[in-house]
């Protein structure tokens, strides 16, 4: 079932759980303009494979410009983010091993679409920190 987090919609599709901790699957869809902090997950690797839309993604010092059908490899203690540059995004995010998905659904009561991510760096930080994740602060510009 969708939930709200901030202007995006997530939807876990798999939870380690369902993998046996190997994978979390999550579909993400979000607006024109979407841009998650840039973070660091020091446990697991990220990969995006985009649906629908088009984005910038972040990874280390590399700017990916991805379309329907791109995949983006996120390794793990990179820096890796995106942005939505079309009026709707729409893309699946895959975490290895498992277990990065549960962040979502702990942070969404206070992740609510009227929520201004700023105004919660401080939990989100902390919440961040448990599952392994540093958040360094807002993506950089596309080139």
Same mark, same amino acid.
């Given at each position: ?12 599709? %798999?939870? %380690? ?38 984005? %910038? ?12 059908? =791109? ?14 540059? %079309? ?24 992740? =609510? ?11 989100? =930080? ?18």
């Amino acid at each position: 079932m969708p939930f709200p987090f901030f202007k995006q919609t997530m939807q876990i599709l %798999s939870s %380690s759980n369902d993998t046996n901790g190997a994978l979390g699957a999550v579909e993400v869809a979000g607006p024109k303009g979407a841009v998650p902090p840039l973070h660091v997950h020091h446990r697991e690797d990220e990969a995006f494979y985009v649906l629908e839309g088009d984005y %910038s993604v972040f990874v280390g010092d590399d700017v990916i410009k991805a379309s329907p059908g =791109t995949w983006v490899w996120g390794p793990r203690d990179v820096p890796h983010g995106y942005q939505v540059h %079309s009026e709707r995004g729409r893309h699946l995010s895959l975490v290895m091993p498992g277990g990065f998905e549960a962040f979502f659904e702990e942070v969404a009561a206070i992740a =609510t679409p009227d929520a201004d991510p700023r105004n919660e760096l401080s939990r989100l =930080t902390a919440v961040a920190a448990q599952y392994g994740v540093e958040l360094l602060g807002p993506a950089p510009p596309p080139a």
